[in-house]
């Protein structure tokens, strides 16, 4: 590989946008989300912090197009050093009596189901010095959180499978507790919430990375 390729899927918007912009000087940026506009503004920004990244705009869930992005990075830079998983669905909370099927579908889909394809797929691009970064939001058995806390729990749950299965051979997985932030889908969780208590995506994009040791 002549760059350092640093996959970044859910760039668009929150956490993956700043952990894409905080390695967009070391590494070069494969953001991947369905938003366009966002991906686009992340371009902006790496690209006046001196960085270059490809932009993906596709739905992770696709597993077709997930296939051809990793065989494009592969064919192109022979592989990649990193992998942050940071997509979602993020529905809004309800009842567990008043589960909204779309949403529920659409929760398992992303959260879930598509690590399915995304493993498999990443696994080979990373090899055995790689490295894939989870992020975990436990509200796994909490009341209203029943599409989200199920699907996001169950999606760290694999990854921990993963992590340890691959002690010994790699890629190293490693999941990552992120404290609350000021985003988006915080604040459709606790809209009321006083945001002045919370964390930036930045300044923990900034800890984590460097908790992990990639920066």
């Given at each position: 590989m002549t760059e350092t390729i640093a996959i970044v899927t859910g760039a668009s918007r929150g956490l993956g946008f700043a952990l894409a912009e905080a390695l967009s000087p070391a590494y070069h940026i494969v953001a991947v989300a369905r938003t366009v506009g966002g991906l686009e503004d992340l371009d902006d920004r790496i690209k006046a912090?001196?960085?270059?990244?490809?932009?993906?705009?596709?739905?992770?869930?696709?597993?077709?197009a997930m296939a051809q992005l990793c065989r494009s990075v592969y064919d192109r830079w022979g592989g990649a050093a990193l992998w942050l998983h940071t997509a979602i669905h993020a529905a809004p909370l309800a009842p567990a009596s008043h589960i909204d099927i779309k949403d529920w579908n659409r929760s398992v889909d992303t959260n879930l189901g598509a690590?399915?394809?995304?493993?498999?797929?990443?696994a080979p691009l990373l090899g055995t010095q790689g490295r894939a970064l989870f992020f975990e939001d436990n509200h796994a058995g909490e009341k209203?959180?029943?599409h989200y806390g199920t699907t996001k729990s169950a999606?760290?749950?694999?990854?921990?499978s993963w992590a340890g299965e691959s002690v010994k051979t790699g890629p190293?997985?490693?999941?990552?507790?992120?404290?609350p932030m000021h985003t988006a889908t915080r604040q459709r969780f606790f809209p009321g919430e006083?945001?002045?208590q919370l964390a930036s995506p930045y300044a923990e994009a900034t800890r984590l990375l460097a908790e992990a040791g990639v920066l």
């Amino acid at each position: 590989m002549t760059e350092t390729i640093a996959i970044v899927t859910g760039a668009s918007r929150g956490l993956g946008f700043a952990l894409a912009e905080a390695l967009s000087p070391a590494y070069h940026i494969v953001a991947v989300a369905r938003t366009v506009g966002g991906l686009e503004d992340l371009d902006d920004r790496i690209k006046a912090r001196g960085g270059n990244a490809t932009l993906a705009p596709m739905d992770i869930t696709n597993a077709d197009a997930m296939a051809q992005l990793c065989r494009s990075v592969y064919d192109r830079w022979g592989g990649a050093a990193l992998w942050l998983h940071t997509a979602i669905h993020a529905a809004p909370l309800a009842p567990a009596s008043h589960i909204d099927i779309k949403d529920w579908n659409r929760s398992v889909d992303t959260n879930l189901g598509a690590m399915g394809h995304l493993i498999p797929y990443m696994a080979p691009l990373l090899g055995t010095q790689g490295r894939a970064l989870f992020f975990e939001d436990n509200h796994a058995g909490e009341k209203f959180y029943a599409h989200y806390g199920t699907t996001k729990s169950a999606q760290i749950a694999l990854a921990r499978s993963w992590a340890g299965e691959s002690v010994k051979t790699g890629p190293r997985v490693d999941v990552l507790a992120p404290r609350p932030m000021h985003t988006a889908t915080r604040q459709r969780f606790f809209p009321g919430e006083d945001k002045s208590q919370l964390a930036s995506p930045y300044a923990e994009a900034t800890r984590l990375l460097a908790e992990a040791g990639v920066l």
